[in-house]
Structures are given as C-alpha cells and as structure tokens.
C-alpha cells in the first residue's frame, strides 16, 4: 500500500533580512504580540493538512486564540488588521478560512523535492499533472558503423598473433607457415578429462607439429 502523500511543513523560511511590509506595520501597531501572531499564524498554516486553516468550528477558533497566547478580543483585532493588509486572502477569510499564498510559493521547493504537486486555494480545482513529453530518439548514424569479425580470426588475431583455422588456433611463423598450438577447444583456459576423440586430436596434432617442424630444420640447413 503507498504511503499517503503529507501535505502539510515541517518548516518555513524565516529571512534574516529586514521584515516584509506586513511584519513591520503588525510589530509598530502591536509591539511583540504582533511578530509573536504573525510567526504563530504561519506555523498554524504549515502545520495544517493543505496549508489552510478552517476554523469555522468555535473549538478550532478557541485553538488559534490559545496558539497567540492573548485574549480574543487582541486576536481578533491583529487578524483582521492581517486582512486589511492582504497578507492572507479576503474572501476566505470572510468564510472563515485562513490562507496565505505566499507561504504556499515560499515552500514550492519542498513540494518539489517531494515529486508532490502544491497545495490548491481552497474551492480551486487541484492543477492537473503535466504529462513528460516522450525524449526525442537520437538521430541514427548516417554510416553503420563497420562489422568486425569475431576475435580470433585472421583478420582479427590474438594478442600473440595466433587465430582459430577450423577449430585449430595456429600463430604465424616467420617464414610464414603455421603451426598448431593447441586443441579444436575454443577457451585455451579450459580445463578437464580429455574425451578418448580429443585424445586422438590431439596425438595427431603433435605429430604434425612434430613433422613440420623438421621440414622446417632440412630446409634450414640447405640455406
């Protein structure tokens, strides 16, 4: 089962710099109880599921009262002062409603990291999830690029110099003639039992090494 997507802070940037309009009016007209209701009102905001308030229900209202720390009256009296300032919307307010968007743009980030989408002004339809456009395929090479035969081959040989001639590695010798150097087995790191077959292979490649080599030495020695 997924994990319900949290819509609600944890925190909320507080600027070091000088306050904001709204900050600096509610700290001038009411002294500390100002800063103290409009820091506590964020934390409320952020603290609630979809970044709104609805204290509609008088319990809710009594807890926001209780949250300032200060009578009713005091606490009526600096919200709506907030109102006036449009520091949270007006029209939700009247219905008893708190929201603050610019707290709402302020953790956009947070919403981000999450891959969540931002919490909607109550009554608004949430925004709908864009569709990621599909990636633009690479354009194809306009030359394939060359086929390489398998390692191993004459025209690919091995480090040593030596490729497979039905199923034999050989290596190149300086008068050009090849000499086997190991089994019809492709892996030269392959060990085990030998079949009774390879047995016989390989006694016949030993002798044919052993007969091109002294072909090699007769003609050596009329040079």
Known sequence: ?????????????????????????????????GYAFWFKLLELLGNSAGLFYDFNDTQDWEFLVSKMNMDEELAKEILQTVINLHAIDEELAGKKILWCQNLVKNVAGLFQRRNQPLPTKPGEEPAEPQEEKPSTPLPKPKHEPEKREPKGTKDDPFEDGSYYVEGIRVGPMQDERFVVLTTKKKDPNQYGLMTPQEDKELDEIKERRKKHNEELRKEREKE
């Open 1 to 33: 089962m997924a994990r319900p997507h949290k819509m609600n802070v944890d925190y909320f940037p507080h600027f070091c710099s000088p306050g904001s309009r709204t900050l600096h009016i509610l700290e001038r007209k009411y002294g500390n109880d």
